[in-house]
């Protein structure tokens, strides 16, 4: 990560909710701001050239996409507008082209676009569950929905047509090279949302790979939600999708995947969904039920070490986890309810807990997650009042950081935090930034790490971050059913 650009210089140039970057040949970088309808200029360096809210034909409506071509013009796709703007390098309109349909050269919600060597416009029609090619003047020249298996025709639609032998929802599409040096086949490159996965086309828009696709496949991610790194490296991702663990080395490679035990219902028995996961000293993991009260310590492997019933007479004082973290004596802490913190001994006795729902200093509302120093400091991410807050070991408040918005120190639908092994805190933002910021301890705000553009249909949906012991940062994405890694 060598910068971070997020115009929060002034209010005039922060980003809203950027949705895709595009690089001229001199370096010029334009970004598309979905949130506030522009499209903005910037030089290598990140500083502001122009700031475009329209065009000849009238403003932006929700500019999504952005491409360059070998000439520097560039095209600009409007979810909003269903339409693609060319334009030249100083924000001239050269041409506009689409309306919202689904005939031929129509356009419904288009999203990535792209720019051959040959000048061909290619557009990732998501609305329409199609790639489209065009003319730089907008005239349709092949529509791709239905693709065809390795070897088939073009035209050849007889021998699949099962779900995943068609596009669903695409956000974007790029060109590149396939490998095989000397007379290597030109390749698009399509991101297949509603299949979760990337396809690869040739230029009939025949199908030559796939991969990422979420499935029951071992190893592959639906909706992840947490991620913890054990001492070994081992890297735990909770799935809600599998309604598992799964454990990977620290290239990514599955090493196992386990569940909980199965419990009865109603008369019924159940595998619960694993909800919060967090690790004790020893190297063992606790984990409890998805919306239940059990709580589980199992070896990293999985195996069940032990297990506890925090129900109790009355659901008011059952204790339903939302968050966990252990800290160096093994004690365990429960965020609970949205705005309690709950203390257990190692055998799982109740000590005794702080919290409260509200706004006022040591109150919570709908808190998310919770973390502690090396020093014992408690940190709650109350996300709420988007604000962590800072207690001890028994629930006195030593201060709070933060509040609502979109520059660096601020939140914007915060959702999970860690401390790194420097002791400072980390929070991922799942909302529009698709950020993580680090912060001191006691506050201060040290970097914003963009990953991602959100959307409210998922495409980043940043869920849970975690500090490995040799500094390396996670991040659980659930909209694309990833995670990423920061060094």
């Known amino acids: ?37 522009r499209v903005l200029k910037l030089d290598p360096t990140g500083a502001m050239l122009a700031v475009w809210h329209e065009s000849a034909s ?13 000439q520097g013009q560039i095209y ?9 703007r060319k334009l030249a390098p100083n924000g001239t309109e050269l041409a506009r082209w689409g309306e919202q349909g689904e005939r031929w050269g129509a356009l419904n919600a288009p999203a990535g676009v792209t720019v051959d060597q040959l000048g061909n416009v290619y557009v990732a029609d998501s609305g329409n569950s199609r790639v489209q090619k065009l003319t730089s003047t907008g005239i349709g020249l092949s529509s791709w929905s239905y693709l065809p298996t390795p070897g088939a025709p073009a035209d050849d639609e ?4 099962s779900a995943d032998a068609f596009l669903s929802r695409p956000r974007d599409v790029a060109t590149g090279l396939t490998a095989g040096g000397a007379g290597s086949t030109s390749e698009f490159l399509v991101a297949d949302w509603g299949n979760h996965r990337i396809v690869g086309l040739d230029r009939l828009g025949r199908k030559l790979r796939t991969w990422g696709a979420s499935t029951d496949r071992p190893g592959l991610l639906q909706r992840p939600q947490q991620v913890v790194v054990d001492r070994e490296g081992a890297v735990h991702v ?22 909980l035990p199965a419990v009865m219902e109603d008369g019924e028995e ?20 998805s919306s239940g009260t059990r709580l589980y310590r199992v070896s990293p492997a999985g195996t069940v070490l032990a297990t506890w019933d925090l129900a109790a007479e009355s659901r008011e004082n059952s204790i339903y986890p939302t968050a966990l973290a252990v800290d160096s ?7 609970h309810g949205g705005s309690r913190v709950q203390r257990l001994s190692p055998a799982g006795e109740r000590l005794g807990g702080w919290g409260g729902r509200g706004s006022e200093p040591g109150q919570l509302l709908r808190a998310a997650d919770i973390a502690l120093g090396r020093d014992g400091t408690v940190f709650v991410l109350d996300a709420g009042n988007d604000r962590v807050q800072r207690f001890d070991a028994n629930g006195g408040l030593l201060g709070m950081f933060g509040r609502r918005g979109q520059g660096p120190g601020t939140f914007n639908n915060a959702t999970s935090l860690d401390v790194d092994p420097a002791g400072n805190v980390l929070v991922s933002d799942g909302g529009a930034l698709g950020r993580v910021q680090r912060f001191t301890p006691d506050g201060q705000a040290l970097e914003g790490i963009h990953l991602g553009s959100g959307e409210a249909n998922g495409a980043t949906r940043l869920r849970g971050v975690c500090a490995a012991p040799n500094g390396r940062v996670f991040v659980a994405d659930n909209g694309t059913g990833r995670v990423y890694t920061i060094d």
Do not use: K, N
């Open 238 to 259: 909770t799935d809600s999708g599998r309604r598992a663990v799964l454990r990977y080395d620290a290239r990514g490679r599955l090493l196992g995947e386990w569940r």
């Open 158 to 161: 007889d021998d699949d047509y």
């Open 329 to 335: 004596a093994g004690l365990i802490y429960i965020l």
């Open 1 to 37: 990560m060598h910068a971070v650009w997020d115009g929060a210089a002034t209010h005039t140039d922060q980003l809203g909710e950027p949705s895709a970057v595009a690089v001229d040949r001199s370096g010029v970088v334009y970004v598309t701001d979905r949130l506030q309808g």
């Open 58 to 70: 009238g403003p932006f409506a929700r500019p999504t996409g952005i491409t360059a071509d070998g």
């Open 270 to 289: 159940y595998v619960p969904a694993v909800g919060p996961l967090a690790l004790a000293p020893s190297g063992d993991l606790y984990a409890s039920e």
């Open 76 to 84: 600009v796709s409007e979810g909003d507008g269903h339409c693609v």
